[in-house]
């Protein structure tokens, strides 16, 4: 077990976000969350990567440690999480350059960085001519893609996802998920949560389905696709 | 001319002080969306450090530590007491920002003010009820006659303040644009909470800009004490404020718009001062501030807005 999540509870102020939800993640797999608006996607994900205080009675591992006695930038260079943040927050002051040189800002190893750099631009080519223009004056897919390979250069074992398919045409969408899933069989596992579930629900070999802070239903894709109540809901009919 | 001349010359020095100053309060709210207005009191505590500092140091060189002409004993001193007072003034800053402000990060704004006026008036008061009420007064490393220049009277103090300032600005502007340190602060400055996905510790950055600021006031006070050599606990005060403002008109986290900025007061308070009865001078320099501000709310180089969103 790679990501193991028990009873996950967490409450901004006053109201409470989720409602201890448990579920776990394997190895090179990858896993998608699925929920409407206000779910509680995006605070699972930041919970886990450390964002955010949990409640008592929440237990979190990865690869065996407890996630709960890391700070948030050791989750990321310790552990090796790297999380792309919903609507993917670039430093639009930095160049292309300087965002993938900050994520490697904790790694000691320069040889790694500058295979992972490389690596980053052989997925996303259209990085590579850009890489002294500032992020803020990417185009909206090619911010999502940087986003996406700030995670890589920072961390590789674990890739938290949220919502990549916001705001992308469907053609470069597509070419978004291609390059995750190549990422994946390099042996980055990937927890992926979507609005968007059928992308999702196809991208993913496993599915949660996640309900006003709880988790109500969980399966293989293909069940999950099948299953008239996710049709109903999540999959326009 | 010679007259314009000599206000120039001394209108540099005078903002060599307050821009040095200034960037240590740009720099920290830039980062860290704080005014640390316990600033002015660091570059106090600077110049005290400072103080003992170079007074050790010609100690042992008095009783024979070191024999070289006096002219490279001073120069020696100088840089030494420039070196050691920056590195420990850098780490008052530190304590500042890790026993003041930490605790207080996510409170209301205010209250990390407060703290900040709360923490200057105990560096004060402290001073005063360590080191008594008695002025001290700063050894003078710079002698040397003053040289005519077409009319212009220039001091050997006056060259090295100027010069030794310019260079630590300098200095600054190539870490913050060329260093993965200075990378990590421009990106906190720009969106603080996401910057520990990157792996980036927000405290180690944070203690950074308070170390770095307060090094450059340690700077400024020795510069200042020897320009001005008589040191008292509440030198920073009013001092403190004026590069404050000089912080703000040079606009939100703008290196060189604190370093420019800072240059300009000194200009107004040595131009209206030159021309009118000193009593008026900060008036009418702050006046002239607040018709800035007025036409330039975010300050010559400040950026209108900000990105700091809750993730
Ligand atoms: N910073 C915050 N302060 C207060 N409440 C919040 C905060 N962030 C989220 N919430 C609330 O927590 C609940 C879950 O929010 P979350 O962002 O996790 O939803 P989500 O499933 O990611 O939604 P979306 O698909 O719209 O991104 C919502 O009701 C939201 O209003
Ligand atoms: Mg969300």
Redesign the pocket.
């Known amino acids: 077990m790679l990501l193991s999540v028990e009873n996950l509870a967490v409450s901004?102020?006053r109201?409470k976000?989720l409602h201890g939800i448990s579920f776990e993640v394997e190895e090179g797999e990858i896993v998608c969350i699925i929920?409407?608006?206000?779910?509680?996607?995006?605070?699972?994900l930041r919970a886990i990567s450390r964002m955010l205080p949990v409640e008592k009675g929440t237990r979190m591992t990865f690869g065996g440690q407890d996630l709960l006695s890391y700070p948030a930038d050791k989750v990321v260079s310790e552990l090796g999480v790297s999380h792309v943040p919903?609507g993917r927050r670039l430093f639009a002051n930095l160049t292309v350059m300087e965002n993938l040189k900050l994520a490697a800002f904790a790694r000691t190893d320069p040889r790694g960085i500058e295979r992972d750099m490389e690596r980053v631009f052989g997925i996303f080519s259209r990085l590579k001519e850009r890489i002294g223009q500032k992020a803020g004056t990417l185009s909206g897919g090619e911010q999502q893609m940087l986003a996406v390979g700030r995670a890589l250069v920072s961390a590789r074992r674990l890739m938290l996802l949220?919502?990549p398919s916001m705001g992308l045409a469907p053609l470069l969408m597509r070419s978004v998920f291609e390059a995750l899933e190549g990422i994946n069989r390099e042996g980055t596992t990937i927890l992926v949560?979507e609005?968007n579930a059928r992308m999702a629900l196809h991208f993913a070999q496993r599915g949660y389905v996640?309900e006003s802070?709880n988790l109500v239903l969980e399966g293989r894709s293909e069940e999950l696709l099948a299953n008239p109540e996710v049709k109903a809901a999540y999959l326009g009919g | 001319m010679a007259f314009f001349m000599q206000q120039v010359v001394n209108a540099l020095q005078r903002g060599s002080f307050y821009a040095l100053i200034a960037l240590g309060y740009s720099m920290v709210y830039g980062v860290l969306m704080l005014f640390n207005f316990a600033h002015g009191d660091v570059f106090m505590v600077g110049a005290y450090i400072g103080f003992f500092v170079s007074s050790g140091l010609l100690a042992l060189s008095a009783v024979g530590f070191l024999s070289l002409p006096t002219g490279v004993t001073l120069a020696l001193v100088l840089v030494l007491t420039l070196i050691i007072s920056m590195l420990l003034n850098s780490v008052v800053g530190m304590l500042v920002e890790r026993i003041g402000y930490r605790p207080l990060r996510g409170a209301p704004r205010a209250s990390a003010a407060i703290t900040g006026l709360m923490i200057g008036i105990i560096l004060e008061t402290s001073n005063l009820a360590l080191l008594g009420a008695q002025r001290r007064s700063f050894p003078d490393l710079i002698p040397g006659e003053t040289i005519h220049v077409l009319g212009v009277n220039i001091t050997p103090k006056k060259i090295v303040i100027v010069a030794v300032s310019l260079l630590l600005m300098f200095g600054l502007h190539l870490f913050v644009r060329r260093t993965k340190w200075g990378m990590a602060m421009r990106a906190m400055a720009y969106d603080y909470v996401v910057v520990p996905l990157m792996g980036v510790s927000i405290n180690t950055i944070a203690l950074l800009t308070f170390g770095l600021g307060s090094a450059l006031a340690a700077a400024a006070g020795i510069l200042y004490g020897v320009a001005y050599p008589v040191l008292d606990p509440y030198m920073g005060v009013l001092f403190g404020w004026k590069a404050f403002v000089a912080a703000i008109v040079g606009g939100r986290g703008s290196v060189l718009g604190a370093g420019l900025a800072g240059f300009l007061l000194g200009f107004i308070e040595i131009f209206v001062a030159a021309f009118l009865p000193s009593t008026m001078r900060d008036l009418i320099a702050f006046s002239i501030i607040l018709v800035i501000l007025t036409f330039r709310p975010h300050g010559f180089f400040g950026e209108p807005y900000s990105a700091q969103l809750?993730l």
């Open positions: 901004y102020d109201i976000a929920g409407a608006n206000g779910a509680g996607k995006s605070t699972t919903e949220d919502e949560v609005q996640l802070g | 809750r």
